[in-house]
């Protein structure tokens, strides 16, 4: 049976920046009238590729739109995020679909910025017709994203790392990804408990995600006993990061921790081990990424070698016998491998998940797509009913109440040993 995948790159002229009406954590500003723009968006994507995908109802097909950077700043994780993804929707259509449809993955180059995920995510809805879409990329991406989900009443998934934007998640939009009230005592454990540091400085993304991270950080620091001596910004984008590194240096800090979704904050592991900087470093999942050790190799396992917040597929031979998670791991990666010759990684894991959820939905929703309103209504409310939803980044329970609904937390913290990821802890280790 083939296999229904269709790659759009939908690009729009002008500035890259933030949509208007939007600010840069991808909240609505309240300046701008949404639905003009949305009647705006919609008109300038018919003029670039034609009325003749605006046909929703009825067919054979969901239709799932998917935002993940194929290019720019965060092509490598937007890319492996898509191949996961596009691998269980090739299991669930030779499967035989869901409810006797096939699924069809629309995806869509965020290149990166708030502006084009935002215009990504309007076309995938009006435009493509889709029935539900992910933004799986990064925090500020996806914070993008939940404007159009609300304003056009489609139910859709982001990934997003910050729990600060909760209270702005809306009636259509989920998020099945992570929180740094739930990861954050792990690198603050290693750094504690197996480099007995008792200091800690942060170098923090200037992002949604990186806010999200100072304010935790804040918080659960103090609780665990450590005291934050200083904290850097660097933009995701950053190249040379030394000025912000040269204060941590000078701050007297026993370890630091690196806050950040992109390449930058790999290259600020090279760059501060090529200072001298030689205290303890823990970072967060992204700069895992086997690509990013690839670039930065000898920094990465340069002693101490720095601990990296990661997830069970990564290093699941290293799980206890007992992990419920084991099993669902190995098949996974042995699954990835035999698709793409490669070890999946994080974002890769991701991907996968999030289709897990979006067609655990519709085999329970059956929407009936001769009306798309009502469908998107209708799975909706099935997202908003998931109960222990066991996938790979973690175990959900939705509710109308509760968009996030992560029950079960599954990251690790990792470390780099002879281009190997060695497992440190868990997230329930002592």
Same mark, same amino acid.
């Given at each position: ?14 500035? %890259? ?63 492996? *995020?898509?191949?996961?993804? %596009? ?6 259509? /030779?499967?035989? +679909? ?48 939940? &404007?159009?989900? $609300? !304003?056009?009443?489609?139910? +859709? ?20 990804? #992570? ?14 408990? =197996? ?11 200037? *992002? ?21 001596? !200083? ?8 190249? =040379? ?9 000078? #701050?007297?800090?026993? *370890?630091?921790?690196?806050? +950040? #979704? +992109? ?16 205290? &303890? ?5 992204? %700069? ?12 990465? !396992? ?8 990661? $997830?069970?597929?990564?290093?699941? &031979? ?15 990666? !042995? %699954? ?11 974002? /890769? ?34 997202? @908003?009913?998931? @109960? ?11 509710? &109308? ?30």
């Amino acid at each position: 049976m083939p296999h229904r995948f269709r790659c759009s790159v939908w690009l729009v002229g002008g500035r %890259q920046g933030v949509i208007p009406g939007w600010d840069r954590f991808g909240r609505r500003t309240g300046r701008a009238n949404m639905r003009r723009i949305a009647l705006v968006l919609c008109c300038t994507a018919l003029l670039l590729v034609g009325a003749s995908g605006c046909a929703a109802g009825g067919g054979d097909t969901y239709k799932v739109g998917y935002l993940a950077s194929q290019t720019g700043p965060y092509a490598a994780l937007g890319l492996a *995020s898509s191949q996961g993804a %596009q691998l269980r929707v090739n299991q669930i259509n /030779e499967a035989g +679909g869901i409810n006797g449809k096939q699924i069809e993955l629309i995806l869509i180059d965020d290149r990166g910025t708030a502006t084009d995920s935002a215009l990504g995510a309007q076309k995938l809805i009006e435009v493509e017709g889709v029935i539900t879409l992910a933004s799986a990329t990064a925090t500020a991406l996806s914070h993008a994203v939940i &404007p159009v989900l $609300n !304003e056009n009443e489609t139910p +859709g998934l982001i990934i997003s790392g910050t729990g600060l934007i909760m209270d702005q998640l809306g009636v259509w939009t989920f998020k099945p990804s #992570s929180c740094e009230a739930d990861y954050m005592p792990l690198p603050l454990k290693y750094l504690r408990d =197996d480099m007995g540091a008792t200091t800690v400085a942060a170098m923090i993304e200037n *992002s949604g995600y990186g806010e999200g991270g100072e304010f935790y950080l804040g918080t659960v620091a103090p609780d665990m006993g450590m005291e934050v001596v !200083e904290i850097q910004q660097f933009d995701p984008g950053a190249t =040379d990061m030394t000025p912000q590194l040269a204060n941590i240096k000078s #701050s007297g800090a026993e *370890s630091m921790l690196i806050w +950040g #979704s +992109g390449p930058a904050g790999a290259l600020a592991i090279k760059q501060a081990r090529e200072m001298g900087i030689m205290i &303890p470093i823990a970072t967060t999942p992204a %700069q895992s990424s086997l690509s990013y050790y690839q670039a930065f190799a000898e920094s990465y !396992e340069m002693d101490p070698s720095p601990g990296f917040l990661d $997830n069970k597929p990564t290093i699941w &031979p290293q799980l206890s016998d007992s992990d419920p998670d084991k099993a669902m791991c190995r098949a996974f990666e !042995e %699954q990835f491998s035999a698709e793409y010759g490669r070890i999946p990684g994080i974002y /890769e894991a991701i991907g996968f998940s999030f289709i897990e959820f979006i067609a655990d939905g519709l085999e329970r929703a059956d929407p009936d797509l001769s009306d798309m309103a009502t469908a998107r209504s209708q799975l909706r409310d099935a997202y @908003e009913q998931t @109960e222990n939803l066991s996938v790979i980044i973690g175990t959900y329970t939705m509710s &109308p109440d509760d968009h996030y609904g992560r029950v079960v937390p599954k990251e690790v913290l990792v470390t780099f040993k002879d281009g190997e990821k060695v497992l440190v802890r868990t997230h329930y280790d002592d």
